[in-house]
């Protein structure tokens, strides 16, 4: 490995190599980088370890690369189309921590392990491209290279090690050289596993120890592949996922049973919000729906979310008070209890709606501000935000958006945190939630939801990041990827331990029911323009709620098209969520049928879509190759081939087949 040295302090900042060959001059790049002179070259006993991967359901290439160089490690990277590779920025998604540079190329800090050294980071990259370019920056003006060039990983076309173009000699990923020699066959996976899974892993980084015989090098290059097929079995297997959607997908996501996690439950779950805006009034909320358990599952839903279950200001329970009293306008606590019991008879597992974001007051302050709480927790002022004007916190400033008509509570406080987790895990315990609905997580950092979740250990658990979507003069955008990026910049702060509701989705399904225009529902790769397009297994799809429909209406969707979006959402990956007023509405018999379509054809939170028409009129798709679907007014027909389509559902602008 060789350093980059430190150079002037007026050309070293911010400057770096972009160019396969460093004495080349190249005219598109002027401003973009400039040459540093090498100070010395130092041996480096740290490693770089890139592998690459296509993923088997978009075809697209995922790239992990990790390192245990110490500190905060830079990766500033490109792609390239060609052998002439010359630096492109590709498309999005980019990783957490990603900034432009100079319109030439990305940088994006590496995330720390957790209880190991070193740092790691996943890309996704579309399949035309030809390689993958980078180099690392460890210390201000200090940046590694591989023998002076940018490091260069070929994608789609090449198998082999990783090489510098200018030297064809195979090198070793570590650079310990001979003094590492270790034995996989040590490690806690199998040897069977470890050829099970090597093919995951198709290209490994290297960095030349220089001293290392050709048979001794082939021998390190299996050994290294064998470590990361073994992290890689740890990572694709694992139930609580840390990186995007495509390195989470198992092998064969079409065969049951996935593996459960709190982001996805068990892949398969279909999800029923059991109140709307007013279910709060008769005072026996959990009594009337404790009679209708049996009828939710046999219309096949296998999770439903409650009212917030605490004392409140406002009845709705969106603005808590002393969240130890669990008597509220639903009912009491007791109620609650048994309501969750008998969910839990007819196989419904059960979510909490917990509000976390903020906490109204007891008591006010010297200078009249209610900001001290009382109760069990009874919590001073320093567990609110600084920055909200309204309530005078002497916490640090807010992690996300403020909330203005309550304290937002600080959740970087240890005591705060330790109070919520304790809290959590007390209604698991006392009253048998099995996950949580979280409200309004658009107010602090996904990081601590992470904290709640490995405290709480939920079955499922679904986030509330709402924002407004992308408008150019009122019209709608079509290209959605910021919005839906902030959603899934959310989820990968909560190191996907949660998913979230698919607000792009229920926004761009709004334009193109109402103008007529589907079109919209394909972006531009042909793939769903959602968060279900990006992250399908922590997308929690959904037309309507208590906030955008019921009495409140902030959003309601289109007039007598509902069942064009249950037939979009109930066909598509992610975990469908249905809302009450429409279950017990004339739309019943037509959501259950499609529920039931959904269970016999397995299609599950990973399923893969293949848009098959998102023209003007007309929206259609072919699901896990099992399932057809239309929507709009338009004409279409699955195509003739090795499957037999017969209809099974058809309604007001919509029809369903199943492959026979």
Not at 248 to 277: D, H, M
Not at 288 to 315: D, H, M, N, R, Y
Not at 473 to 487: E, F, L, P, V
Request: one cysteine or more; hydrophobic letters at 35%; a negative charge.
């Amino acid at each position: 490995m060789m350093l980059a040295g430190e150079a002037s302090q007026s050309k070293a900042q911010d400057s770096i190599s972009a160019s396969s060959d460093p004495k080349q001059e190249d005219s598109s790049l002027e401003g973009f980088y400039d040459e540093l002179p090498l100070v010395k070259q130092l041996p480096l006993h740290n490693s770089v370890g890139v592998s690459v991967r296509k993923c088997r359901e978009t075809a697209k290439n995922i790239i992990y690369l990790e390192t245990d160089l110490p500190g905060d490690v830079v990766v500033h990277w490109g792609v390239c189309r060609d052998d002439a590779k010359n630096w492109e920025i590709p498309a999005a998604p980019h990783p957490p921590e990603t900034i432009l540079f100079k319109n030439k190329a990305l940088r994006t800090l590496l995330k720390q392990k957790e209880g190991s050294s070193g740092c790691s980071e996943l890309f996704t990259l579309d399949e035309d491209l030809a390689g993958f370019l980078f180099v690392l920056r460890i210390k201000e003006n200090i940046w590694l290279k591989y023998m002076g060039n940018d490091f260069f990983v070929p994608l789609s076309k090449s198998s082999s090690s990783v090489q510098s173009n200018k030297d064809s000699e195979a090198t070793h990923v570590s650079g310990k050289g001979e003094q590492e020699n270790e034995d996989v066959s040590g490690s806690a996976f199998t040897d069977g596993i470890i050829n099970e899974i090597r093919n995951l892993v198709s290209d490994i980084s290297s960095v030349k120890t220089g001293k290392t015989k050709t048979k001794k090098v082939q021998e390190s290059i299996l050994q290294e592949i064998e470590k990361l097929a073994a992290e890689a079995y740890s990572i694709f297997r694992s139930s609580t996922p840390t990186f995007s959607e495509e390195a989470v997908l198992l092998e064969e996501a079409t065969k049951p049973p996935l593996k459960v996690s709190s982001a996805t439950g068990s892949g398969y779950e279909i999800l029923c919000q059991g109140f709307n805006w007013e279910s709060h009034k008769s005072g026996r909320w959990y009594m009337e729906l404790k009679e209708k358990a049996k009828q939710l599952s046999s219309l096949g839903f296998t999770i439903i979310w409650l009212p917030p279950p605490t004392e409140s200001v406002s009845p709705e329970g969106y603005m808590p008070k002393d969240l130890y009293n669990l008597n509220s306008r639903y009912g009491t606590i007791d109620e609650l209890r048994d309501l969750v019991k008998n969910f839990h008879e007819v196989d419904i597992k059960v979510l909490g709606d917990a509000v976390l974001n903020h906490r109204c007051a007891h008591y006010k302050n010297q200078n009249g501000v209610w900001n001290i709480f009382g109760g069990r927790l009874s919590w001073d002022d320093r567990a609110v935000v600084a920055d909200d004007p309204h309530f005078q916190g002497r916490g640090n400033k807010s992690s996300g958006d403020n909330f203005h008509a309550a304290p937002n509570i600080d959740h970087s406080q240890d005591f705060v945190r330790k109070d919520l987790k304790e809290w959590m895990c007390w209604l698991r315990k006392e009253i048998g939630y099995d996950g949580w609905r979280l409200d309004f997580v658009r107010g602090f950092w996904g990081g601590y939801v992470k904290d709640y979740l490995e405290a709480s250990e939920p079955y499922f658990t679904v986030g509330e990041f709402w924002d407004s979507l992308s408008y150019t003069y009122g019209d709608m955008d079509h290209n959605q990827d910021a919005h839906r990026q902030r959603i899934v910049d959310w989820i990968n702060a909560t190191n996907g331990t949660a998913g979230a509701f698919d607000v792009t989705t229920k926004g761009i399904l709004h334009a193109a029911l109402e103008r007529c225009e589907y079109w919209r529902l394909s972006d531009e790769k042909g793939k769903p323009p959602g968060v279900v397009g990006w992250w399908p297994s922590r997308a929690i799809t959904f037309i309507e709620n208590h906030d955008t429909g019921s009495t409140q209406g902030h959003w309601r969707f289109p007039g007598g098209k509902e069942m064009q979006g249950y037939a979009y959402i109930l066909t598509h990956p992610g975990t469908p969520a249905v809302f009450y007023d429409h279950v017990f509405s004339h739309y019943q018999s037509e959501i259950a049928s499609l529920i039931s379509l959904r269970n016999r054809n397995k299609i599950h939170c990973r399923s893969i879509v293949k848009i098959a028409k998102a023209e003007r009129d007309v929206y259609a798709a072919v699901i896990d190759d099992k399932v057809a679907m239309k929507i709009g007014p338009g004409h279409y027909e699955p195509p003739s081939g090795p499957q037999r389509w017969s209809q099974a559902l058809e309604g007001r602008d919509y029809k369903v087949w199943e492959a026979s």
